[in-house]
């Protein structure tokens, strides 16, 4: 699937999804998000635009469609790091690295976890 674009506030509603792992109608999504006080038609027309967007679509039983997510949450994840590091580091793994580890965001158990990874321990 091409890389989709999703908004902080798409976002938010695939995170519902995801976790919930079950078609959910728009009211129970409300309700996951109640706490970003949005209305209901602005968590509707969020709806509206993820299924524009392909990244979500609905199976209708009476007048109910029930949402369900069509976009991996992994493979968001992986789209949007590869953007990011292409975008900030050129995309260079390495590059981004060296600016954490330069600017001390880097602790000794991030970098031990780093090195264990790269000498194939898991």
């Known amino acids: ?10 976002y938010e509603v695939m ?8 078609s959910m109608t728009t ?3 409300y309700k996951e998000l109640e706490f ?8 509707a027309t969020l709806i509206s635009r993820l299924c524009e967007k392909n990244v979500i679509t609905y199976d209708s039983k ?14 968001y994840s992986v789209s949007e790091t590869k953007s990011f590091i292409s975008k900030m580091f050129g995309g260079s793994v390495k590059n981004m690295v060296a600016s954490l580890y330069e600017n001390d965001e880097l602790s000794k158990e991030d970098i031990e976890q780093l090195r264990a990874m790269l000498d194939g321990e898991k």
């Open 15 to 22: 995170k519902v999804l995801w976790k919930a792992e079950k």
């Open 27 to 29: 009211g129970e999504i």
């Open 36 to 43: 970003t006080g949005w209305s209901k038609n602005t968590v």
């Open 62 to 75: 009476g007048k109910f469609h029930y949402y369900r997510a069509v976009l991996c949450e992994n493979d």
């Open 1 to 10: 699937m091409p890389r989709q674009t999703i908004t902080e506030s798409e």
